[in-house]
């Protein structure tokens, strides 16, 4: 539990850290067949997420450091845009299961020292637009989420459901014009009022309260749809208005290129 002192950023650290100690005491437990449990329709194990995982904290930590490591890593995402992220996790998911748990740990533990030793107001250099130390945390929590959520479904665990959802909540909202974007398309000009309730019973709400369409719901359920984990018939989320309706349809909160559709759980 956060202090009221607690700034923005050490708020969004500390729900990195439960997310990523979570995810942690899932799969440190697991025997080799079941780090080989398959997540995913693409075919990724236990290995690539958590492989995954580490290998983007060591690119975050490269971009807060900048020089040759970050500079090699540019270098090879303008080669291969659409594949050089799938390949290192390829790559490092072929370390032992200890190794890479090992090498998982100790990134996410550097990579927490350094967002917060980032000065207030300095912006790190990223593939996409610079970003702040805490929208940096923010991405490194939904990413952890959505492929702890991967894991889970897969060793057959029931995720908890916390209030930690927000922050993925809040990319999904935020992330509305590039989910628009990376498909080629202009979001309509239209303000959406979002009221989402979250697992404590809170509620959160972005948008102006008076916009002409809203989207109502479960928080937990819209991080879920925000993250392409479940289809939009599976949720308790709810558009009001056109431009609503088609927004759920492509809501995305991660970077690249658009994620795919997730089947319905009735045709799994």
Known sequence: MTGPETSPRDAVLADLAAESEQLDSWVAPLDD???DAVTTPEGW???????????????????????????????????DPSGFVDSEAERMAE???????????????????ALAGVPDGEKIQWFGPPMSAASMAT?????????????????????????RCRHVCHLGVRTRGFAYLVRGQQAPAVDIHVALTGPSGDLWTWGPVDAPERVTGSGYDFALLATRRRHLDDVDVHAEGDAAAEWLGIV????????????????R
Do not use: C, Y
């Open 95 to 113: 370390l032992p299961p200890e190794s890479l748990l090992h090498h998982w740990r100790d990134s996410r533990d550097r990579l927490a020292h």
């Open 139 to 163: 991405a490194r929590l939904m990413e952890t989420w959505a492929h702890s959520h991967d894991v889970a479904e897969a060793i057959g665990i029931v995720p908890p459901q916390t209030d």
């Open 252 to 267: 995305q909160a991660f970077a690249g290129l658009p994620g795919n559709d997730p089947k319905r759980l009735a045709d």
């Open 33 to 35: 067949d079941r780090w």
């Open 45 to 79: 194990t236990v290995r690539h997420q958590v492989a995954h995982l580490m290998w983007t904290d060591r690119a975050s930590l490269a971009a807060i450091t900048g020089g040759e490591e970050w500079d090699l890593l540019v270098s090879a995402a303008q080669k």
